[in-house]
């Protein structure tokens, strides 16, 4: 089942918004074993609107158009719909309604331009839009369905799966199957070399890529008679592609992040977490408590950014700093260690370097960065020299750190070990 993606807003084409709802719905929809035939990006042209649905619709039975629903003068995507399925627009006084109530409820008042929203093509079906204003709808131009969503990412991603989905589930293939696997450490050209030859060994396989700066996604896709088969072809395909990649792999599944799996990791093994950061300005903590239940794990996150906070807080001798600067191994060392004792943890982690993009010296160039962890077993320090700008070299110094926080976790005496599987759990 081909299936088309329209996204409606010049906005978009003149590249003033990133447009994430394609990729969402690209991958939303191959998930559900669909496969898509085009992606589509128009300007709020009635021209264009009405030409891009009619042309959609004699090449795929299904077109999920986002965008332009809203009150604007330059929201067209409901009038040129029914331009295209030669109808008129009719009002919907149940959307009217349900408009006039969401204002009511913020204590606000209905603006005239708002009851536009209520209007759609003759005989379509309305989607009601439960978090917005803009309803959705249904409409047939010959075998396609059409399908309209606004294009507010939350309230789009809300109908699809609770409206849409359902409406064209038994139309998939329903014959494949695909795998997300997430890595960081390797580059993907290195990715892609390790992992040739897998779709000769595994007939009905494909292997995709998806760089996502710092880590790459590798999408192992599946089709075979039917669904059962295509599952155990991904099964034994992915057992393959782990083999291959090994300790990169950090956990499965599109919406899996690195800092849960460190997070994982620390709670498995009941590990507490305390960080010191310079140059990364906060971003390792961040990362960790934007995952639900960090603070089971993380004790204390401290940004000490100037030479007097290193030596207030973490108590790092001002002579050590004097004598090897605050880009240092011998300051790393002294900052992951005042870190761990301040707040009595398991394991810490610091940060200290050049994120450009001034600062640098020949001796000590931007992007060196030094990352110290202690634990009671001792304190280990690392030398980086990352490339970019100055936020790929925070990131990359960010990521590096919960990297060493994961291998750290990993091999610390007791507890139990943590394997690949349950990092993906």
């Not at 936020?391 to 590096?400: M, Y």
Request: charged share 20%; aromatic share 4%.
């Amino acid at each position: 089942m081909a299936v088309a993606i329209l996204s409606i807003g010049t906005e978009l084409t003149r590249g003033e918004l990133t447009n994430t709802n394609a990729t969402w719905l690209a991958e939303r929809l191959t998930a559900h074993g669909f496969d898509v035939a085009t992606i589509e990006t128009i300007p709020d042209d009635r021209a264009i609107i009405v030409d891009t649905l009619l042309r959609l619709a004699v090449r795929s039975r299904v077109v999920i158009c986002t965008g332009g629903l809203g009150p604007t003068t330059d929201d067209l995507t409901a009038e040129c719909a029914a331009r295209a399925a030669g109808v008129g627009l009719v009002r919907h006084e149940p959307s009217l309604e349900a408009i006039r109530r969401r204002f009511a409820a913020i204590h606000r008042e209905m603006t005239a331009s708002n009851m536009k929203q209520a209007d759609f093509p003759e005989g379509a079906e309305v989607l009601a839009n439960p978090i917005g204003t803009a309803a959705g709808f249904v409409l047939r131009l010959g075998a396609s369905q059409l399908f309209f969503t606004p294009g507010v990412p939350s309230e789009m991603y809300r109908m699809f799966d609770e409206q849409i989905l359902p409406r064209i589930a038994a139309l998939a293939s329903n014959d494949t199957v695909q795998i997300h696997l997430k890595t960081f450490g390797q580059t993907e050209s290195r990715i892609g070399e390790l992992l040739a030859g897998v779709e000769s060994a595994f007939p009905g396989v494909t292997i995709g890529y998806r760089a996502h700066f710092p880590e790459i996604e590798v999408k192992v896709n599946a089709r075979a008679r039917n669904k059962p088969e295509a599952q155990q072809l991904a099964d034994a395909a992915t057992r393959e592609v782990r083999k291959r990649i090994g300790e990169h792999i950090y956990g499965e599944g599109a919406a899996d992040s690195f800092a849960a799996a460190v997070g994982r990791a620390l709670r498995q093994r009941g590990l507490t977490l305390s960080i010191a950061e310079s140059c990364t300005g906060g971003l390792v903590g961040q990362l960790l408590t934007s995952i639900a239940g960090s603070s089971e794990f993380l004790l204390l996150d401290t940004v000490v950014y100037s030479n007097t906070s290193k030596t207030a807080v973490l108590g790092v001798d001002p002579e050590l700093i004097r004598a090897h600067g605050a880009v240092s191994s011998e300051c790393s060392i002294a900052m992951a260690e005042g870190v761990r004792r301040l707040a009595g943890s398991d394991i810490a982690v610091s940060i200290t370097g050049i994120a450009g993009p001034t600062g640098g010296s020949e001796l000590k160039p931007v992007g060196l960065v030094y990352l110290a962890v202690a634990t009671s077993e001792g304190t280990a320090v690392h030398e980086r020299r990352l490339g970019g700008d100055r936020g790929r070299v925070q990131t990359l110094a960010a990521w590096t750190a919960l990297r060493l926080v994961l291998e750290a976790a990993r091999a610390l005496p007791g507890g139990k070990p943590v394997t690949a599987a349950q990092l993906a759990q």
